[in-house]
């Protein structure tokens, strides 16, 4: 291997881990959530506003439905949102954010541990949340295996010798 190859590889490397240290407190933040909110205390809360924003660009649009609440846990107030919806159609979009009317009194479930982190709607482990996991992973690893061996093989010197078939049919 060529030193621009290895330079190439370990660029590759940690280019890829440090995607991994970027992703991974976000993963575990959501894995924690998904997993234990239905289990997570309640306390009453205030709509503070909800919305639907259009994400999009060139390959169409999605629609991102969101509500933002307030609410007290041991005389403490916290501020929170929550994604309700990620969708492709906006009247799902809007049909998910119908019901958290601005001043709208609403039942929160807060983590106990940390109260700071609420949501109005356990979702448990949809299979959205599992698959953007599944292709972050694999993002992870397409840089840090796939491409630097990808690399590692091209420059190699050795070159499958292929023979054809001497009989013939």
Known sequence: MTKQQKIASAICIAYGVTLGIWIKPSMWSELRVAVSSAGWPTTQGTVIEHRVMRVGGRF???????????????GNQYESSQLLCHCLDPQVAQKSVTEYTKGKTIVVLYDPRQPSIAVLESRGLALVTLTKWVLELALIGVFVLVFPITIWALGSNKRLQVTPPSGRL
């Not at 169409?60 to 041991?74: C, D, I, P, R, W």
Request: charged letters at 15%; aromatic letters at 20%; zero cysteines.
């Open 60 to 74: 169409g649009s999605t629609y991102l439905a969101t509500a933002e609440f307030v609410y007290e846990v041991a």
